[in-house]
């Protein structure tokens, strides 16, 4: 077994503090990596605290993940010793469904295997990215290109591709209104990524003070939800709402901006249950839909995008002692918009 060091959650009253703990040895399929930057994912906090379903604990949470490998399984054929690579949400899946075959391992039929707060197929707990290394088989890593900046890359591996898979399956682009409700985490991301793909991009936010930065990102259009005025000025505009909001909100209100035929995509994941009147989606025959990350071949396909359009996460670097601080400023919203820790103050 290989010796680990992180930081967990002993249970859900507890803050995360220092822990150690074993990794399995490499096997030969596996790669072995020396985490340099994890990302801190508003869901981190959902798990420790036990918000969306009980976790196994001690829980190491993190599941943007990005280091050096330092060890391959002697079957491993796509990476070797001092590349640069990334980890996301999954670290397993049962490979031969009929999704897996689709390379949509995260909608398994069987369940794909979480970062962290998960059971493996080997019958282990997993534990994420808020440590010093990890051991994952070679199918669920990814490359990471020298191009861009590593640690603000490290949310691409979770805010990244949960914004662009929806934003690519649903072919958004040219010629369409996306609207981008919350600026955070995601809705950042979401935003480059809508005016990459060359839609006209609205950011509705409740904030009228993240206008400016909303326009720095590159959003054409900014709507304050609370303004009754800003509000009725956008009924029925959008093709897509790309929702990231993980705060209970009026989904009726925010369905009646769509056009007819429009789309509200949820990403992002409140505590309770979505409430949508029918009427709300019969008169315009409107979608309200859901998507998940996205598959490996997915992630790498957003991961050399991004190198090659120069896209990154807007970071603030953190030591992992200022953990439960960071959670504290991310519930209250202060933060733009990712933190990413700095595993070399473990």
């Known amino acids: 077994m290989i010796q680990a060091k992180g930081y967990a959650a002993q249970n859900a009253e507890t803050d995360l503090a220092s822990w150690e703990f074993e990794r399995r040895d490499v096997g030969a399929h596996d790669v072995q990596i020396e ?57 397993d899946s049962c490979q031969v469904c009929e999704n897996c075959k689709e390379s949509l391992e995260q909608y398994c039929l069987e369940g794909n295997t979480g970062t962290y707060n998960s059971m493996g197929r080997d019958g282990v707990p997993t534990y994420g990215g808020y440590s010093d290394t990890i051991v994952v ?29 929806p934003l690519r399956h649903w072919k958004v682009g040219k010629g369409h209104k996306l609207a981008v409700l919350g600026l955070g985490g995601l809705g950042h991301m979401a935003v480059k990524f809508g005016v990459a793909f060359g839609a ?36 029925g505009s959008f093709d897509f709402i ?43 025959r409107k979608s309200v839909a859901g998507s998940g990350i996205g598959g490996i071949q997915e992630t790498q396909e957003m991961l050399d995008f991004c190198a090659a359009n120069n896209i990154v996460s807007d970071i603030e670097l953190i030591d992992i002692k200022d953990i439960t601080e960071s959670y504290k400023r991310m519930l209250k919203g202060d933060v733009r918009y990712r933190f990413v820790i700095d595993m070399k103050t473990l």
């Open 35 to 91: 985490i340099l930057y994890c990302g801190v994912c508003h869901s981190d906090l959902h798990q420790i605290k036990n918000d969306w379903f009980p976790g196994i604990f001690p829980m190491v949470p993190g599941h943007e993940i990005v280091g050096r490998v330092t060890k391959v399984g002697y079957h491993v054929k796509n990476f070797k010793v001092g590349d640069l690579t990334g980890v996301g949400c999954m670290v």
């Open 137 to 165: 088989r070679e199918e669920f890593v990814l490359h990471i290109s020298d191009k861009l900046p590593l640690a603000a890359t490290a949310p691409l591996l979770c805010a990244g591709i949960t914004t662009y898979s």
């Open 200 to 235: 006209e991009v609205t950011v509705l936010s409740t904030s009228a003070s993240k206008e400016s930065a909303a326009k720095a990102l590159g959003a054409h259009n900014f709507v304050v939800t609370s303004d009754a005025d800003q509000l009725a000025s956008v009924k």
């Open 242 to 284: 790309l929702d990231t909001v993980s705060a209970d909100h009026d989904m009726g209100m925010y369905l009646s901006l769509l056009k007819t035929n429009g789309v509200h995509i949820c990403v992002g994941v409140p505590s309770n249950p979505y409430s949508i009147h029918p009427f709300a989606l019969l008169g315009g």
